[in-house]
């Protein structure tokens, strides 16, 4: 079935540096790929998503970069803040085009002052 | 704003009690979802709606069931709660149709079952 995979499981960066955090997705019909940003205690909230036909996408210290034949996506954090802290959940969109995202085991996004 | 909410953000119940779960939209989207959220787990779907009393499973509907009788509404209920639906529950709602619409998310209900 399908299934995405996240990686690191928890990423623990200085203040000021940057973070990585990467997605594989299984279904080649995928066409939307979302990061969602939970902070404790709160609800997942979206910061950036990226559809198939484009290659990159920014949105201020955020980017997300998509290679479909590899079938991997990645959300890059520049310049952290200790706010960045959060859990940080990827998801892709599966075939049947109802709306249903499949969604990673989320990262532990630790940015220390 | 897009606002999702759910009937209560803690419930303790006794295994074998019967358990509802509400989740109101009120942005008229036709999608909603019931998620499980399990540390290292991810979010994981349990039943999703794309239309009035219309309902799909998802990746892990044993031992739940959902109603949909109006729009906004998307119930979850535990026919016979266990210790093993301990769990964070969330709900969402999306717009519906291109498959490629954002998720709004309620706060969660986080449910102990003793």
Known sequence: GENVEQHPSTLSVQEGDSAVIKCTYSDSASNYFPWYKQELGKRPQLIIDIRSNVGEKKDQRIAVTLNKTAKHFSLHITETQPEDSAVYFCAASVSSNTGKLIFGQGTTLQVKP | ?114
């Open chain 2, 1 to 114: 704003d897009v606002k999702v909410t759910q009937s209560s953000r803690y419930l303790v119940k006794r295994t074998g009690e019967k358990v509802f779960l509400e989740c109101v939209q009120d942005m008229d989207h036709e999608n909603m979802f019931w998620y499980r959220q399990d540390p290292g787990l991810g979010l994981r779907l349990i039943y999703f709606s794309y239309d009035v009393k219309m309902k799909e499973k998802g990746d892990i509907p044993e031992g739940y069931s959902v109603s949909r009788e109006k729009k906004e509404r998307f119930s979850l209920i535990l026919e016979s709660a266990s210790t093993n639906q301990t769990s964070m529950y969330l709900c969402a709602s999306s717009f519906g149709g291109t498959g490629t619409d954002t998720q709004y998310f309620g706060p969660g209900t986080r449910l102990t079952v003793l």
